[in-house]
């Protein structure tokens, strides 16, 4: 079962591959927001490539797991990917995901502060499949 996990942000969207059997991810791309929104297109066909049977978005919760404005947001993204696609949307907890990202690949980041984004959609995506084991 191949799943497309998102660390949804409102300038830029993580996006990560991953598998149910081998129970791994791996980060795929950047997008960047277009016109005050995402990118569609490119999650669309994002969408058409890896024919995942089910899509895992990063809700930004608090330290003390309170939502904030951006957890709305987050929520909102949700929803739309499942209108727009019609797939199963799960919602990951993703507090602190980019700062162990920074701490875990700070050269990678370092040369390229995008990558911080689509590496915390991995971080998101790992830590569901894990937590989701079959």
């Given amino acids: ?18 598998n149910r059997i081998s129970g791994t991810a791996q980060p795929l791309v950047t997008l960047e927001s277009r016109d005050g929104g995402p990118d569609w ?3 669309a066909e994002l969408i ?22 951006v957890s709305r947001l987050a ?7 499942h209108g727009r696609f019609g797939l199963p949307v799960e919602l990951a907890d993703e507090r602190l995901s980019s700062r162990e990202v ?6 990678q980041i370092r040369k390229d502060r995008s990558a ?5 959609a991995c971080e998101i995506l790992q830590s569901w499949l894990e937590m989701n084991r079959e």
């Avoid at 929520?75 to 990917?81: G, M, T």
């Fill in 48 to 69: 058409a490539t890896w024919s995942p049977q089910a899509l895992v978005v990063g809700l930004p919760l608090t330290l003390d797991g309170e939502e904030q404005e």
């Fill in 41 to 43: 297109a490119a999650i």
């Fill in 102 to 107: 920074e701490r875990r690949f700070p050269e």
């Fill in 116 to 120: 911080t984004d689509r590496l915390a």
């Fill in 1 to 18: 079962m191949t799943l497309l996990g998102f660390d949804f942000g409102t300038r830029r969207i993580g996006v990560a591959v991953g």
């Fill in 75 to 81: 929520r909102r993204f949700a929803n739309r990917l």
